[in-house]
């Protein structure tokens, strides 16, 4: 959407507006301009719009220019959708009949005042100023007047003769500003929200404009205001002076003055790691997906030690049709293959509909059941030394129970190479997890894991051009695995006693 169109930067323009995927704008001529996603003609008409019973079309007065530019009230867009009000009441409106349900009760209106978009949502204002039109029943019929207050009336009753003047929007909610510079709200709202701020006395909002979860407001003194939804500081307001208009991103707020200058803008400044193909913060799912990521890895090697290091120490010390048949157990499950068998158990759980957290206790007990054989060879070696040692002879020669020898005496003397091979076993069931949820076995999106992360961009086209999608979670886990298996050798030294290296 960056790239605005040659037309467009030669026209003077009286309109514009942005959507999430596109923009519109009218120029003072009333020549109709549009770019970014034309999907679903969001800014022209296509084969695939003619005949749609899910696509209203871009009125052909719009197209063709027809609009009388001073009688515009207002130009908004919404998500594949849009909407132009005329001061006469006149609506024209288009765009994606399923991302907004209720869009057909606005076609051919006349008696409109305000018009916005939610996400899911088209709500306007009608003559009869006794409420806001949805469609939908209910969902807008009562209101509060502090965003996080639970005492609602009902529209009518809290109107009161008074009448509104401008209704504004963000995902789930709606700020309606009455004629005595009063606000209210309807609607859904986030659970960490903050109070509208008090004003002073004699003092009133003049312009109120949403974003994607916060509001921004403008009053009689010129003070400016955010409040709502605050995840990127952009309720934050900072001190601004000599503002006349303020304006709302879906996570930025600006304050502009008389002239057009820009004074101050507050909110994100911008993703540390970009966004991914639906515009999700790369950075918070790298920190979330690790923390999935390492939890599954972390539970797989309890199991595996668990399994593992109560078979080989019982097959260690027990030896004889005990020892064999354990160690024919291990080799059995050794010899299972670990991603054609993953692969195919992917295909037959298709047909069953799984929950993310069981997904993940699916994964967390598969890798720690195929992946104790190692524990228990390694631990089965150890035994058979440390059982000859002469602390274990003394421990039989005194009666002590086999089983206490092996548990109480031999396991804490084995303790440190376990815990050496636990944490490069760590490392190794961390990349697993990521080549399972790479391949489509593991962690579904949007649940985020450094795996699924990586598969998303897993393309050419997204390796290429779309580098930042792959680049900070490859480098990222590459990093932890590599520090990982950094303690592990550091701890393999350490407890090594015939380690030559410095301890």
């Not at 354990?326 to 799984?354: C, K």
């Amino acid at each position: 959407m960056k790239d605005i169109p040659q037309e467009v930067q030669n026209a003077k323009i009286a309109f514009v507006a942005a959507g999430q995927d596109h923009i519109i704008a009218i120029g003072e001529d009333g020549t109709f301009y549009g770019w970014g996603s034309n999907r679903f003609g969001q800014y022209a008409n296509t084969e695939l719009t003619e005949g749609n019973p899910n696509l209203e079309p871009v009125p052909e007065a719009v197209l063709n220019g027809e609009l009388d530019v001073a009688h515009i009230k207002k130009v908004t867009c919404g998500f594949q959708a849009s909407a132009i009000l005329m001061d006469d009441g006149t609506l024209y409106i288009w765009g994606n009949k399923q991302a907004y349900a209720n869009l057909d009760k606005f076609v051919d209106r006349t008696n409109i005042t305000d018009i916005d978009f939610t996400l899911n949502y088209v709500v306007g204002l009608d003559t009869k100023q006794t409420s806001v039109v949805t469609g939908v029943k209910n969902l807008h019929s009562m209101v509060r007047e502090k965003i996080a207050s639970s005492a609602t009336m009902k529209m009518k009753d809290f109107l009161n003769g008074r009448k509104i003047n401008e209704i504004r929007a963000t995902t789930t909610s709606v700020c309606l500003l009455l004629d005595d510079g009063s606000v209210a709200f309807t609607g859904d709202f986030p659970a960490d929200v903050v109070e509208v701020p008090d004003l002073a006395e004699g003092e009133y909002f003049v312009d109120i404009e949403g974003g994607a979860y916060h509001f921004t407001g403008l009053t009689n003194q010129g003070h400016v205001y955010s409040f709502g939804g605050d995840h990127y500081r952009q309720a934050e307001a900072p001190t601004v002076e000599g503002a006349s208009k303020v304006f709302a991103g879906s996570f930025q707020s600006y304050a502009i003055s008389d002239s057009g200058k820009l004074l101050n803008k507050w909110g994100l400044k911008g993703y540390l790691f970009g966004t991914d193909d639906r515009g999700a913060n790369i950075a918070e799912r790298v920190v979330a997906g690790g923390r999935i990521t390492m939890t599954v890895g972390a539970v797989a090697v309890i199991i595996e030690i668990i399994i593992g290091v109560t078979i080989g120490l019982t097959a260690g010390f027990s030896g004889g049709a005990v020892d064999i048949f354990l160690m024919r157990v291990a080799e059995v499950f050794s010899s299972i293959p670990l991603y054609p068998f993953m692969l195919i158990l992917s295909s037959l759980l298709a047909q069953v509909s799984l929950t993310t957290d069981q997904r993940l206790y699916m994964i967390m007990v598969i890798l720690g059941i195929l992946g104790w054989p190692g524990f228990a060879y390694m631990t089965r070696a150890q035994v058979l030394v440390a059982r000859e040692s002469e602390y274990v002879v003394a421990a039989q020669a005194m009666g002590v129970k086999e089983s206490r020898i092996a548990f109480k005496h031999i396991l804490p003397n084995i303790i440190s190479v376990i815990l050496v091979n636990m944490t490069l076993s760590f490392a190794a069931s961390m990349q697993t997890e990521t080549s399972l949820s790479f391949l489509g076995f593991g962690v579904n999106y949007p649940q985020p894991s450094w795996g699924n992360m990586l598969s998303r961009a897993s393309n050419a086209v997204a390796a290429i051009n779309f580098w930042w999608q792959w680049l900070f979670t490859s480098a990222i886990l590459i990093t932890t695995t590599v520090c990982i298996n950094t303690i592990g050798d550091t701890l393999r030294d350490v407890m090594d006693p015939k380690s030559t290296n410095d301890k």
